[in-house]
């Protein structure tokens, strides 16, 4: 491991008592940091590059496939729509949240430029592409008779909200 001290020099305004009130002086606050950085001394500027992105990506790999142990999981019954975005599928969710027909509109213009969108590939993450038609995209609590107390709600459904 290796240390390295910095030391900068920030310009620091004074709080006044008052809204809308200049300060009546600036001055520069100093602070100072320390950064550590790892550095294996076996490794030198030619080092090979793909050996360290082979090796966060097994730790990435590793991290990924573990079980999640903050998981949310409930055992309540719900209705879903088949997988896959389509205008039917927009149209459906639509229908099913009463929505106005202005506002259908509206999703379906935005679903016809989505499709006009290409991912963008700018970044260094590289991921694998998404299939956007293996999603479920509405999903709802199946319907019971209604209840006229919280007695008679299932107790899994109050433990879950």
Same mark, same amino acid.
């Given at each position: 491991?290796?240390?390295?001290?910095?030391?900068?020099?920030?310009?620091?305004?004074?709080? =006044?008592?008052?809204?809308?009130?200049?300060?009546?002086?600036?001055? =520069?606050?100093?602070?100072?940091?320390?950064? =550590?950085?790892?550095?294996?001394?076996?490794?030198?500027?030619?080092?090979?590059?793909?050996?360290?992105?082979?090796?966060?990506?097994?730790?990435?790999?590793?991290?990924? *496939?573990?079980?999640?142990?903050?998981?949310?999981?409930?055992?309540?019954?719900?209705?879903?729509?088949?997988?896959?975005?389509?205008?039917? =599928?927009?149209?459906?969710?639509?229908?099913?949240?009463?929505?106005?027909?202005?506002?259908?509109?509206?999703?379906?213009?935005?679903?016809?430029?989505?499709?006009?969108? *290409?991912?963008?590939?700018?970044?260094?993450?590289?991921?694998?592409?998404?299939?956007?038609?293996?999603?479920?995209?509405?999903?709802?609590?199946?319907?019971?008779?209604?209840? *006229?107390?919280?007695?008679?709600?299932?107790?899994?459904?109050?433990?879950?909200?």
């Amino acid at each position: 491991m290796a240390a390295v001290a910095s030391t900068c020099s920030l310009p620091f305004r004074e709080p =006044t008592p008052f809204p809308g009130k200049v300060a009546s002086s600036d001055r =520069t606050q100093r602070c100072s940091f320390t950064t =550590t950085f790892a550095h294996d001394a076996r490794q030198g500027s030619d080092s090979d590059p793909s050996s360290s992105s082979s090796t966060s990506s097994s730790v990435i790999q590793h991290f990924l *496939k573990r079980d999640y142990k903050w998981g949310f999981v409930s055992d309540i019954e719900s209705v879903s729509i088949p997988k896959g975005l389509s205008k039917d =599928t927009i149209r459906l969710i639509s229908a099913k949240k009463r929505e106005p027909p202005w506002l259908l509109e509206f999703r379906l213009h935005a679903y016809k430029q989505w499709l006009k969108m *290409k991912e963008p590939r700018w970044s260094d993450n590289e991921y694998p592409t998404i299939d956007f038609q293996d999603y479920c995209y509405y999903s709802e609590p199946k319907q019971k008779e209604k209840n *006229k107390s919280l007695d008679e709600v299932d107790p899994a459904l109050l433990e879950v909200f």
